[in-house]
T-cell receptor, first 113, second 114 residues
Framework: EDQVTQSPEALRLQEGESSSLNCSYT??????LFWYRQDPGKGPEFLFT???AGEEKEKERLKATLTKKESFLHITAPKPEDSATYLC??????????????FGTGTLLAVQP | DAGITQSPRHKVTETGTPVTLRCHQT?????MYWYRQDPGHGLRLIHY???????DKGEVSDGYSVSRSKTEDFLLTLESATSSQTSVYFC?????????????FGPGTRLTVL
């Protein structure tokens, strides 16, 4: 069964304290891995798409990387405004043309000033 | 921001009553999706549409139906709401088939079934 697991469930950092969030997956043929940010009371906001092992993408203080088994979202020198829930999702070979995604349960990040 | 609106944004209803949630997009995207989000479960796909009048079931479709009569509108109906359908519902859109396009999400509808 296709599965996406995110860890840790929650992470508390001090402002400026860099860290990484993990998304591990067991799927039948990965066709894309997606990272989203979700603020309380809002819909998920798209951050990155990664397609193949070794690929990296960056946006401000965030960098996403991908291996054959997992993805990491690295947060460098975080600020309080980076506090949010970060969601990971995968598209599998069996998602077909409908682009269906399987989501993890997210990591709740809190950055304290 | 992707042009996606959901209505209503909040709704409280009673068990056994019908409820319809609306998703409206201005992006002319082909694919539309309804998800529910519950603590400990993440986002779970209810139904999706791959064109006008073309819909299919997701992983948690029992108790829900959908309709899409226009490209821009995707309706989710709970024929007889139950307390287990209390949740936050998100609509998403995606551009095209056969390519690795991300989904863009609406602001959500918080539904409470008493």
């Amino acid at each position: 069964e296709d599965q996406v697991t995110q860890s840790p469930e929650a992470l508390r950092l001090q402002e400026g304290e860099s860290s990484s969030l993990n998304c591990s997956y067991t799927v039948s043929g990965l066709r894309g891995l997606f990272w989203y940010r979700q603020d309380p009371g809002k819909g998920p906001e798209f951050l990155f798409t990664l397609y193949s092992a070794g690929e990296e993408k960056e946006k401000e203080r965030l960098k996403a990387t991908l291996t054959k088994k997992e993805s990491f979202l690295h947060i460098t020198a975080p600020k309080p405004e980076d506090s949010a829930t970060y969601l990971c999702a995968v598209r599998t070979a069996y998602g077909g043309a409908t682009n269906k995604l399987i989501f993890g349960t997210g990591t709740l990040l809190a950055v304290q000033p | 921001d992707a042009g996606i609106t959901q209505s209503p944004r909040h709704k409280v209803t009673e068990t056994g009553t019908p409820v319809t949630l609306r998703c409206h997009q201005t992006e002319n995207h082909r694919y539309m999706y309804w998800y529910r989000q519950d603590p400990g479960h993440g986002l779970r796909l209810i139904h999706y549409s791959y064109g006008v009048k073309d819909t299919d079931k997701g992983e948690v479709s029992d108790g829900y139906s959908v309709s899409r009569s226009k490209t821009e509108d995707f309706l989710l109906t709970l024929e007889s709401a139950t307390s287990s359908q209390t949740s936050v519902y998100f609509c998403a859109i995606s551009e095209a088939s056969g390519s690795l396009n991300e989904q863009f999400f609406g602001p959500g509808t918080r539904l409470t079934v008493l």
